[in-house]
């Protein structure tokens, strides 16, 4: 008799990126040599400092369970930052650490959502959010912004989408997959009617370390009064340290919220690894510079993807004002032949990038915006160089 599977998993989309990651892994296995920007991660190693902190917990004993929201000094380390660096006083009860942001955002929904409720989340989107809310019984409502726009929801577009089941607001800033950010003005537009209708708001703020140039990170509980008690902030050391292995994400929420995440992490998981969390111990209270030194990088390789997305006839993208991601506009090379084969959609584009010229990128379908494809930056110059010289190849195939 054949295994029975829960309708709701058997409704969920397989990871696009994870996906992508693989078959790339695969050519890989097979001798090919392939340029890979489909994954969100920094290809940094983890800072030294760090590192050394896990392998003195090691030493130090540091082996069993712990808390299961986090041990006491991580958790008010987090606290500690988010004072110093927004000005939110938040107790190290409000801190909540999973096994990762994503995680973390399981805990959100899981404790917030019930069947038939309605969260508001701004396309382009990553992949998981809309996987995640339907774990729970609750409906994601996409709502379609534009390229014109930097792909920022507006304030009539969030009226329009919101109705009695309406519970929470979904915000990524910056933003992957578009590399968009909010403006304070803006997110305090967006602000003023999350107020007037009692929403929750889900902001996830992973790549707030990761901004360029003159633009300037605002955490969306801070732009009115009040929204600390209406916002679950999402966060990590993934992405700003080069730990995504590692597997530490946090929340920030009101005291009754941390309290049922925490509670419903003692069911399911406990604790987060012992030795991560001193690991991210050692990330946030440790020297920073290693930050600033990725982030040079990231702002080096920003440059030169801007660059040469500029200089290819019919693509374009969004401002990257943070993370590492370009989401790149295709629209004008579908509905062409490439070979024998003509390509319609996105998904397609890719494969075909992806079988002709080895390089990895993911599907703008996936993230809710067919049409486009996001391309990480988070590679070395030569790799982004050899990539795009790939993909003006392939590019030059469309007749």
């Not at 929470?168 to 800033?173: A, D, F, K, Q, R």
């Not at 920030?252 to 604790?271: G, H």
Request: glycine content about 6%; some cysteine.
């Amino acid at each position: 008799m054949p295994c029975r599977i829960s309708r709701i998993v058997q409704a969920l989309e397989p990871s696009a990126t994870l996906a992508m990651a693989a078959k790339a892994k695969q050519l890989k296995s097979e001798g090919h040599k392939v340029h890979d920007f489909s994954v969100g991660e920094p290809d940094f190693r983890t800072p030294e400092h760090i590192c050394q902190a896990a392998v003195e917990a090691l030493h130090a004993g540091h082996t069993h369970y712990t808390q299961a929201s986090g041990i006491p000094e991580l958790r008010s380390a987090i606290a500690r930052q988010y004072q110093e660096r927004h000005g939110l006083k938040y107790t190290p009860a409000q801190v909540v650490v999973s096994n990762g942001a994503k995680h973390s955002l399981h805990n959100v929904f899981t404790a917030l959502c019930n069947p038939g409720d309605e969260v508001v989340i701004p396309a382009p989107y990553w992949v998981s959010y809309a996987e995640l809310v339907k774990l729970t019984g609750a409906r994601p409502v996409i709502v379609e912004t534009e390229e014109a726009a930097d792909f920022k929801l507006t304030p009539a577009q969030l009226r329009a989408a919101i109705t009695p089941r309406t519970t929470i607001l979904l915000l990524c800033s910056p933003s992957n997959p578009t590399g968009s950010m909010y403006t304070r003005e803006e997110l305090g537009a967006l602000a003023d009617v999350v107020l007037q209708h009692k929403l929750m708001v889900v902001s996830d703020e992973i790549y707030e370390r990761l901004i360029y140039g003159e633009h300037r990170f605002a955490s969306f509980a801070t732009v009115r009064p009040g929204l600390a008690e209406r916002t679950i902030t999402v966060n990590g050391v993934s992405k700003s340290y080069a730990m995504t292995g590692w597997r530490i994400g946090w929340t920030l929420s009101p005291p009754e919220v941390a309290t049922a995440m925490a509670d419903l992490q003692s069911q399911e998981t406990s604790n987060p690894a012992s030795i991560s969390q001193y690991a991210a111990l050692a990330a946030l209270d440790g020297p920073q510079d290693c930050v600033a030194a990725m982030l040079g990088e990231f702002a080096a390789r920003r440059q030169y993807v801007r660059e040469r997305i500029d200089r290819i006839a019919g693509l374009s993208c969004p401002e990257m004002a943070g993370a590492f991601y370009a989401f790149v506009n295709i629209q004008k090379y579908l509905g062409k032949k490439y070979g024998d084969t003509v390509i319609e959609n996105s998904t397609q584009w890719c494969l075909a990038l992806l079988e002709q010229q080895k390089v990895a990128t993911v599907m703008g379908s996936a993230f809710g915006a067919e049409g486009y494809v996001r391309v990480s930056f988070a590679a070395s110059l030569v790799e982004l160089c050899a990539g795009f010289d790939r993909i003006e190849a392939f590019l030059a195939t469309a007749k």
